[in-house]
């Protein structure tokens, strides 16, 4: 495994560099770049086909720098300041602990007040220069591919913030036990979580721009389960847990030509430190499981290409605004529920029945999906 990017780099290309990007995170990042790559492009071509119009908004153009944003531009410049100089200047502790660096009160004071004074005089400078006596209205046109980022960063946000939420109640013992280090961590993150909470989110804000909301469930389908499959694509290279109970099976004739890491993996340099010690060994992570477990990640990964495979044949041919996006709901619903039939996870009880959280949501999911395809098909001949 390769806790850390520059680990794969190194192994890659014989060399030996520290770099602070983990590889979890480096996998998350470029997901999120994949969906908005895909959201771009979808939100162009609904616009082109007239089913998304783009909206005239009103900016002031010539207005000062007002205190407010002074205060704000001073407060997040020192911020970025007081980390970027000690990260430079304590390179090894970043390097070596980025999560722990960045919640640790470690940083250069200096180095925070001299680009926050910098950085606040420029935009000052930049906002006054151009100034108007007095300012003006101006009409401008706003296409709705110009809602990728905002789109994307308000997905992120409440994604995180869901994921949080929901991997909390999913392990509330453990939550209790260290409120505060379970709040400022960056691990523990539960992917239906993030999807219920930045989904609603992603709605509000839409729906405030002009984009129907069942336009914009469509649009996000293909790059919600692209951005899933890259993700756990980071879980797979760093070890971060997300793997499959033990695999005990005998690899079947069928499947002969699968190199046997595909079958069972025991996840060696694992980033959490499971298993035992490797012999030999030296460094922050020198554990591997001690029996070999699915890698299920690689098989989710593997589904998320073919689901969004389906999905990108679908995208013209459905008629039905939202019908793709309940498509994509009972498609993930049921991927889901089938891979935690071999995936390690909380088990609660819940109806009598022994069951997993992502157990119960994926088949709520499926379940909302299937109604609200078959609802959709009937509420439209209807109206036709």
Not at 5 to 28: A, C, K
Not at 235 to 251: F, M, P, S
Not at 302 to 319: C, P, Y
Request: proline share 4%.
């Amino acid at each position: 495994m390769y806790p850390k990017l520059s680990d794969l780099i190194n192994d890659l290309f014989g060399i030996n560099i520290n770099m602070p990007i983990q590889s979890y995170g480096f996998f998350l990042a470029l997901a999120f770049m994949v969906g908005a790559i895909i959201l771009y492009s979808e939100l162009k071509r609904k616009e082109k086909e007239g089913l998304i119009k783009p909206q005239i908004k009103k900016i002031w153009k010539g207005k000062p720098a007002s205190v407010g944003e002074l205060i704000v531009i001073f407060i997040i410049s020192f911020l970025v300041g007081f980390k970027l100089v000690a990260a430079f200047s304590n390179y090894s502790f970043f390097a070596n602990n980025p999560k722990e660096f960045l919640v640790s009160a470690e940083g250069s004071w200096l180095g925070g007040v001299l680009i926050a004074v910098l950085y606040t005089f420029y935009f000052y400078y930049q906002r006054n220069k151009n100034k108007l006596n007095p300012p003006v209205q101006e009409e401008i046109v706003v296409h709705a591919q110009e809602n990728t980022w905002p789109i994307v960063f308000i997905a992120v946000v409440f994604g995180i913030i869901g994921a949080k939420v929901f991997h909390w109640f999913e392990n509330w013992d453990e939550f209790m036990v260290d409120p505060i280090a379970s709040l400022v961590s960056f691990s523990g993150l539960t992917f239906y979580g993030g999807l219920i909470v930045a989904a609603v989110a992603v709605i509000i804000y839409t729906n405030k721009n002009g984009i129907w909301w069942r336009h914009v469930t469509d649009i996000v389908a293909p790059a919600l389960i692209i951005s899933y499959g890259v993700g756990r694509i980071g879980c797979q290279v760093a070890g971060d847990g997300d793997w499959g109970i033990v695999n005990t099976l005998t690899k079947p004739n069928w499947l002969a030509f699968l190199p046997d890491w595909l079958w069972a993996y025991n996840y060696p340099h694992n980033i959490i430190n499971e298993g035992i010690r490797i012999h030999g060994c030296s460094g922050p992570h020198c554990f591997q499981l001690a029996e070999a477990v699915f890698p299920t990640p690689i098989y989710e990964t593997t589904m998320a290409i073919i689901i969004l495979a389906v999905l990108w044949f679908l995208r013209k041919r459905l008629k039905i605004a939202g019908q793709l996006f309940a498509i994509y709901l009972m498609f993930n619903g049921l991927e889901r529920f089938l891979i935690e039939k071999i995936r390690v996870n909380n088990v609660f009880e819940f109806l009598g029945m022994n069951v997993t959280q992502a157990e119960v949501i994926s088949t709520l999911m499926f379940l909302s999906g299937l109604i609200l395809f078959f609802v959709l098909k009937v509420n439209h001949k209807k109206v036709a």
